[in-house]
């Protein structure tokens, strides 16, 4: 089936503002609240909000095969569950409602009342019900540096990280849209230099820049997923910061990994941009070595282009940019992971969230965590107030952003944005 959405000289009726990550080729799903308390699916052209519900109600979704709620729902699962064949119908079918050249819904303001909103006048959701959430650990770059700092300088890979796609199962039930503020969480930590840990609030609290892929229904318990295949199963992505405790993560990763130092929270874009919308610009994944096995031997091109930018801003200041980095930096794809994460039966299911693990390019000003970008406190950021920064002090905004662009059309992600608050006190 065509890609018509992606068409590069489409213009929309909409005004869609110069560099806006939104133009008419983006078209990406969320969920918000109208500013009559509705809750919609919808997408997004310019800074205008697009209610999916009212435009089906108005039968402008004629001829696709569509239940009658599919987009009055509060959640994207259904929608996601019929498949890619669904998902780029709509996408075209929104292409074509939009085009400078149709007059169907640009010249009923009747419609457009009901369907159209502007930005500032809806609030946002989470787009999906996520019923499970994996992270991933697949950014070589990252890997190594952390490798040095937390073990053996010498051999900072462990044997598995060439042969696998590491990762390790998350908490779906702290994971919050962008705007959400999170707390800085209390845990078990073991000071420099002593020998019993100590209880408290993390004094290492960090971001991670990552982006992650929302799945449908994939497989049955027991199938494996291919990975020639694995794109299929894969709706679209989203910008993901998962928040990060260094000191607890320090003292409790060994033997089992990851645990109080990272469900804490994490955060996401609300927006999803469909892999269809991320076609243009795929691009060549670093060369693997030694050759994965072959479950996970793949050809072509499966990494994407995706430009990322991190800024903190404190409470009352300016933003500070502190990180430039890429997507396509990712020594695994997003197939190898989904292959791997299903090669044992592992069942996936609609809305489930896989994490790429921190984002981290070959210079330090790409990496993808304070605890690289100041090597683990060493070597502190100076912001524009005069104020340093080993870690993230309470008060401070974490805001991420990410778009691809070539030379003709520009698709982005928004931004998710979270500021962190000090622990949890009970009014």
């Known amino acids: 089936m065509p890609l018509t959405a992606n068409d590069p000289s489409r213009k929309s009726w909409l005004e869609v503002p110069q560099n806006s990550d939104f133009p008419i080729q983006n078209i990406p799903f969320g969920v918000f609240i109208t500013k009559d308390d509705v809750v919609t699916i ?7 909000a697009i209610d999916l519900g009212a435009l089906q109600q108005l039968n402008y979704f004629e001829g696709i095969e ?24 709509v996408r075209n079918r929104i292409a074509d409602i939009f ?16 369907v159209i909103f502007n930005l500032e006048d809806v609030e946002m959701q989470l787009p999906v019900l996520i019923g499970d959430y994996t992270d991933f650990y697949s950014s070589k770059e990252h890997a190594t540096n952390v490798g040095k700092m937390f073990r053996d300088p010498e051999n900072a890979l462990l044997p598995n990280w060439l042969h696998i796609p590491v990762g390790y199962h998350g908490r779906s ?15 078990q930590t073991l000071p420099p230099g002593e020998t019993q840990p100590v209880f408290g609030p993390s004094k290492r609290v960090d971001f991670e820049l990552e982006m992650g892929f929302i799945t449908t229904d ?20 989203v910008l993901f910061n998962d928040w990060s405790a260094r000191d607890i993560q320090k003292w409790e990763y060994v ?25 243009p610009f795929r691009t060549e994944s670093p060369e693997q070595n030694p050759e994965p096995l072959d479950y996970l031997k793949q050809e072509g091109k499966h990494a994407f282009d995706i430009k990322l930018q991190v800024a903190l801003q404190p409470e009352g200041g300016e933003e500070n940019v502190i990180s430039n980095s890429n997507f396509k930096y990712m020594y695994w794809s997003m197939a190898q992971q989904l292959a791997h994460h299903t090669v044992n ?19 330090p000003d790409s990496f993808g965590s304070m605890l690289e970008l100041t090597w683990g406190g060493q070597n502190p950021i100076k912001l524009s107030d005069g104020t340093e920064r080993k870690f993230i002090n309470d008060g401070d905004t974490v805001i991420m952003r990410g778009y691809c662009q070539n030379n003709e059309v520009r698709i982005g992600f928004g931004e998710v944005s979270s500021k962190l608050l000090p622990p949890f006190t009970k009014k």
């Open 42 to 48: 919808g997408t997004r052209i310019g800074n205008y």
């Open 66 to 89: 569509l239940t009658d709620d599919m987009f009055m729902q509060d959640t994207l699962n259904d929608f996601i569950s019929d498949g890619k064949k669904t998902w780029r119908l």
């Open 99 to 114: 085009d400078s050249n149709n007059p169907t819904l640009r010249d009923n303001a009747k419609h457009k009342e009901v």
């Open 173 to 187: 039930s702290t994971i919050v849209p962008s705007g959400i503020p999170v707390h800085r969480p209390n845990g």
């Open 218 to 237: 994939a497989n049955i318990m027991g199938e494996p997923i291919p990975v020639g295949e694995a794109e299929e199963h894969i709706f679209g992505m």
């Open 255 to 279: 033997p089992l990994g990851p645990f109080l130092a990272k469900n804490f929270a994490s955060s996401m874009s609300p927006w999803i941009v469909t892999l269809d919308a991320l076609e």
């Open 345 to 363: 039966g592992c069942r996936v299911n609609s809305g489930d969230l896989m994490g790429s693990g921190t984002i981290s390019g070959p210079t």
